[in-house]
């Protein structure tokens, strides 16, 4: 995909989690100029490794809990840029935490990070974006198929899914497209360690019989950003391996 998106400027937030990090690369492996967000994580190595390239990035920090940030944080990347042509919500958590006993702070924590964040950022980008422009909010399988302790977490993903929606029939008309990519489970260092009993229950299900990796996301949302995409606005890329194809009873 080198040259994809040669002369376009890319914002990634969350690019200081391993996802974010791999969305981040494929967009500057594809010719775009990078800037990865995030809240607390030091991007200086991710930024240093897409220079190293041949690439150019920027790092920038925000907290993107708070809307003036979002604003902020995306007119600092189309000055850096000298303009802005996709942006990836990227950014969120995903805690445990059973439905019984969860707090109403929990639940909006997850909600304003994971949601509100993106209705900021996407607001904020419509003003800046051209014809053309593109945004893409990463969502999950969760907002379909929803997890025992991510009742939170399922219902911002699900929320992000009708947001993109929507967005795209109001922006639709100034040519700004906005989709999700849905992921399933992405592969980490140590998750094999750390859970067993799931990454066998989800590679022995998974008709293409492994995990996702970053790079499989980030090369959906490369293809969504790009002009191969042109046509396509308010739809959900899951992107999970086949595993949703499966029967569940």
Not at 106 to 128: P, Y
Not at 238 to 244: I, K
Request: glycine content about 12%; proline content about 4%.
């Amino acid at each position: 995909m080198t040259g994809l998106l040669a002369g376009k400027v890319a914002l990634v937030t969350g690019a200081g989690g391993l996802v974010g990090r791999g969305i981040a690369l494929r967009f500057a492996r594809a010719g775009a100029a990078v800037v990865a967000h995030s809240r607390r994580s030091d991007v200086t190595a991710l930024v240093e490794d897409i220079a190293a390239a041949g690439g150019r990035a920027v790092g920038m920090r925000a907290d993107l809990a708070h809307e003036d940030e979002c604003r902020r944080l995306v007119r600092a990347a189309a000055e850096w840029g000298g303009g802005l042509d996709a942006v990836v919500n990227n950014a969120g958590v995903q805690p445990v935490q059973e439905l019984a006993g969860m707090t109403a702070a929990q639940w909006r924590a997850v909600v304003d990070l994971n949601l509100t964040s993106a209705f900021s950022c996407t607001q904020a980008a419509a003003e800046v974006l051209p014809a053309g422009g593109s945004v893409t909010h990463i969502a999950s399988i969760e907002g379909t198929h929803p997890a025992v302790g991510h009742a939170h977490y399922s219902a911002s993903k699900a929320a992000l899914i009708m947001h993109a929606r929507s967005a795209a029939l109001e922006y639709g008309p100034r040519g700004i497209r906005v989709n999700t990519v849905s992921p399933g489970l992405v592969d980490r260092p140590g998750l094999a360690e750390d859970w067993p009993e799931g990454v066998a229950r989800w590679t022995g299900a998974a008709p293409l019989g492994r995990l996702g990796r970053p790079e499989d996301v980030g090369d959906a949302c490369v293809f969504l950003a790009s002009p191969m995409a042109s046509w396509l606005t308010g739809n959900d890329l899951v992107v999970d391996g086949g595993m949703s194809a499966r029967p569940t009873w």
